[in-house]
């Protein structure tokens, strides 16, 4: 592959990356509300998403996906749905503990489920798509003798390596000050409210991707 166009997508991916969207808010809010192995675990689902569309991607998926321009609005309002439905559970969570405050509501959940959530978040997220739909190709050389699909996956796991790092260290960030705000339960509820309430933002962003 020619490298001038792997530091090319390099430089592109980590840009779109560090651009704030759905993804990037879905992790501060599972950092937010519920704490650094909980944001990391999702960090861990998003990245195994996005593995899959690179398998996806080069089993001709992308291709197809661009024949039926329909399946992109239809995963974008699946994905909102899937995201107003963890940030309602989150937020009738902390109207069942209202009443007994010595219970924190930021309890962790199971990794296995928060891996899945997270992976179901990813795979119905459209941006990642338009991202092997539009930007991808830009960078790939028909003439270096790579077959297209080695060529696709390599981006698309590079891809995947940036996120780790990158939503990694957002995980990271957010729950280090999520800790200093939730020195009593009170102040654990309002963190959660607000983890609650991302999560339907995110689900508006993903709404207006286009």
Not at 32 to 56: D, N
Not at 117 to 143: D, E, H, R, V, W
């Amino acid at each position: 592959m020619d490298p001038r166009l792997l530091l090319l997508f390099l430089g592109m991916d980590v840009l779109l990356i560090f651009t704030p969207g759905p993804d990037m808010l879905y992790v501060m809010a599972r950092s937010l509300g519920q704490g650094r192995r909980t944001g990391l675990t999702a960090v861990v689902g998003i990245c195994c998403g996005y593995a899959v569309h690179t398998v996806l991607a080069a089993a001709g998926l992308a291709a197809a996906l661009r024949a039926v321009p329909a399946a992109l609005p239809a995963m974008r309002y699946a994905g909102a749905a899937y995201l107003i439905f963890l940030a309602v559970r989150t937020l009738m969570s902390l109207r069942r503990s209202a009443g007994r405050p010595g219970i924190s509501p930021a309890v962790e959940q199971p990794a296995g489920a928060v891996l899945r959530q997270s992976m179901l978040t990813a795979l119905l997220n459209p941006k990642g798509l338009l991202l092997y739909l539009s930007l991808m190709p830009q960078f790939i050389s028909p003439g270096t003798g790579v077959p297209l699909a080695v060529q696709l996956t390599a981006l698309g796991l590079l891809h995947v390596v940036n996120c780790a790092a990158l939503y990694g260290l957002i995980a990271v960030a957010t729950a280090r000050a999520s800790r200093a705000l939730t020195g009593t339960p009170k102040a654990a509820r309002r963190i959660s409210a607000v983890s609650g309430t991302m999560l339907l933002v995110v689900a508006a962003a993903t709404l207006g991707t286009h």
